[in-house]
């Protein structure tokens, strides 16, 4: 059953891990095209004094910290009327008072994966550069967002060249993937 809004010509974007370098280069694109998104929401883990910029920079209304003393500091920065959530449950409740269209999840580890299925149930799109999601719960998400008609986009280079090889054939074409690892915890190996 299809649930999710088609995507409409000027997307509303919520960008969780805006301080990172996926985060970053959204913003990047949303300076460019700023008639096609809206920003609607931000959120990083610690790193207050960039975020608090691109809060000012975007003029967004919510915001989210998962460190608590983060979002404390970032109070004291941000005007009144930027809601700060925080907290893991945070970004579940910045999801959910944004409104996004999209919500890219561009934060590190397994922190987005509650994020990504309140967006699912929502019926909001995801662009996912968090590959921790997909390799943990992938089954799991891909289903719920089937079932809500909601579009997951990979954003991560590697992952959207498989998403674009792939893209109109069937699982039966395809005998098997290899996938390579590098970066991260692979960079020192």
Known sequence: MNHAAPLPPRRRVLVLGSTGSIGTSALKVWREMPERMEIVGLAANQSVETLVRQALETGVRHAAFTDEQAAAKARALLPP???????????VDLVRATGADLVLIAIVGVGGLAPALAAIEDGRHLAVASKEILVMAGEAVMEAARR?????????????AIFQCLEGRGAGEVRRLLLTASGGPFRTL
């Not at 930027?82 to 907290?87: A, D, Q, R, S």
Request: aromatic share 0%; glycine share 12%; net charge negative.
């Open 81 to 91: 009327d930027v809601t700060i959530h925080e907290g893991a449950q945070g970004l």
């Open 148 to 160: 809500r008609g909601v579009h997951v986009l990979p954003v991560d280079s590697e992952h959207n």
